[in-house]
């Protein structure tokens, strides 16, 4: 089969290599892929979001099957033009994808069918925002309804900056049209945790939990950035949060989308908060996380390609997901100065004796040589029997991947390393 990936991020890679070599697929493409993704897929210079493009290449290859896996192009209708160009597709329809491209439509979803989930009020004037931030509890969160490109949340710890983020929104426009309309909700608390999932629509199949490290420094300090690394599994998600999440989350979260006439299939990533009152929906995205994906893939057993075509075809209850009682860590390098302003075009090398995978986010290849070409560089991702030897391995390759300016964090694990030895000491 001729397969199509569409993307071209560490997550992106994360898939490819999972695909890479499988017996039934005898020529895979990455659209566009990156410089990095090159030695394991054919990368095709077509953006992601160009979706005729999209489907004019994949009939003039005679492509069989799609996997489609950035927020964008899912949001905008890209597996509907290529199911109806007779291509199957692993990811949500336009109309199930709404789930991450409208945060109100999620809200009213989970106000709808009893889903927990921050309390919240939707907005269409600043007037209106602003007279309810009078007296509304502190601190509080604003968000923008549409895509933001991973922003779009402010997180307010006094009045004056909720009255501000509202201007800003709404006003201003500082995430564009996706400010026209913004939830404001109740500031929750405990450790996040990702959880990932296949659906086919009927049956949901989650995969192994993880933990995303967002902020740009060491001790969750800096900017919201799209991901300084992960750790699989997330030891906050207990058998006992893991039961109550698919009783109270999961599965209505996917009857409900059915009985809306929405069925949702592909990966559904559910962005959880594990409060004192049980687990709540932060955010839901409508597809792998990333870097989440990176630590995800990496411990999953059974096969990838199996897995997307079962949900394609609406058969996940015929197949088995396994996850090996590993673990994985993940550590994005960057360049420095991410996530605002930074350099690029400097020369990627590796050293020939790492063990971790180089998973490839910003990279390209510059007559020949492999450079950087964007924030997030590269993945280095390790997988041992434990987390402690996880974190320990994938530490001891960072220094084993070079580029001028490369940044990353060193504490990635920490936080759930330290819940692991107080368990231990207890
Ligand atoms: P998002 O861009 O939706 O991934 O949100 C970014 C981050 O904002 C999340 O990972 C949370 O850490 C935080 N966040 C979002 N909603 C809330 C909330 N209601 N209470 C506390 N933190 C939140
Ligand atoms: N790592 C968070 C996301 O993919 O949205």
């Known amino acids: 089969?001729?397969?199509?990936?569409?993307?071209?991020?560490?997550?992106?890679?994360?898939?490819?290599?999972?695909?890479?070599?499988?017996?039934?697929?005898?020529?895979?493409?990455?659209?566009?892929?990156?410089?990095?993704?090159?030695s394991d897929a054919i990368c095709v210079p077509i953006g992601a979001k160009d979706i005729p493009a999209i489907v004019a290449f994949a009939q003039e290859k005679q492509i069989d099957f799609a996997v489609v896996t950035p927020d964008d192009p899912l949001v905008l209708g890209c597996v509907d033009a290529l199911e109806e160009a007779g291509v199957r597709c692993f990811g949500p329809r336009k109309n199930a994808?709404?789930?991450e491209g409208s945060k109100v439509f999620a809200k009213n979803l989970m106000k709808k069918y009893g889903i927990p989930t921050a309390a919240y009020e939707v907005f269409d004037t600043a007037e209106d925002a602003l007279r309810y931030l009078e007296d509304a509890p502190i601190p509080t969160v604003l968000k923008a309804d549409g895509l933001a490109l991973g922003k779009g949340v402010i997180i307010a710890t006094t009045r004056e900056e909720a009255k501000a983020a509202v201007h800003s929104m709404m006003e201003e426009r500082i995430f564009g049209q996706s400010g026209a309309r913004i939830v404001i909700e109740e500031f929750l608390e405990g450790p996040e945790v990702s959880v990932l999932a296949f659906t086919d629509g009927n049956v949901v199949k989650p995969m192994v939990s993880s933990m995303d490290h967002k902020r740009a420094h060491d001790g969750d300090e800096g900017l919201n950035t799209g991901g300084m690394g992960t750790i699989a599994p997330n030891p906050f998600y207990t058998e006992e949060v893991a039961n109550a999440c698919m009783e109270r989350i999961f599965l209505p979260t996917i009857r409900a989308m059915k009985e809306e006439g929405r069925p949702f299939k592909g990966c559904l990533y559910f962005g959880l908060m594990i409060t004192k009152d049980g687990p709540k929906v932060i955010e839901y995205n409508c597809r792998f996380g990333d870097p989440e994906a990176q630590v995800v893939l990496p411990l999953l057993e059974s096969d990838l390609f199996t897995i997307f075509r079962a949900v394609s075809d609406g058969r996940l209850a015929d197949v088995e997901v396994k996850f090996s009682d590993g673990a994985a860590c993940c550590v994005v390098v960057a360049s420095d100065g991410y996530?605002?302003?930074?350099?690029?075009?400097?020369?990627?090398?590796?050293?020939?004796?790492?063990?971790?995978?180089?998973?490839?986010?910003?990279?390209?290849?510059?007559?020949?040589?492999l450079v950087t070409g964007g924030g997030r560089v590269l993945c280095v991702v390790a997988k041992a029997d434990t987390l402690p030897e996880a974190v320990?391995?994938?530490?001891?390759?960072?220094?084993?991947?070079?580029?001028?300016?490369?940044?990353?964090?060193?504490?990635?694990?920490?936080?759930?390393?330290?819940?692991?030895?107080e368990r231990a000491a207890n």
Not at 9 to 32: D, F, Q
Not at 396 to 421: E, T
Request: no cysteine; aromatic share 6%; proline share 5%.
């Open 339 to 369: 996530p605002k302003q930074y350099e690029t075009g400097f020369p990627i090398t590796v050293d020939a004796d790492i063990a971790s995978d180089v998973l490839y986010a910003g990279a390209k290849d510059k007559d020949g040589v």
């Open 392 to 421: 320990d391995a994938a530490y001891r390759d960072v220094p084993k991947v070079h580029f001028q300016n490369a940044y990353s964090r060193s504490d990635i694990g920490k936080r759930a390393l330290s819940i692991l030895n």
């Open 1 to 38: 089969m001729k397969v199509i990936v569409i993307g071209g991020g560490g997550r992106e890679h994360a898939i490819i290599k999972k695909l890479k070599g499988h017996p039934e697929i005898e020529a895979l493409y990455a659209l566009p892929g990156n410089g990095g993704i090159a």
């Open 97 to 99: 994808a709404i789930l």
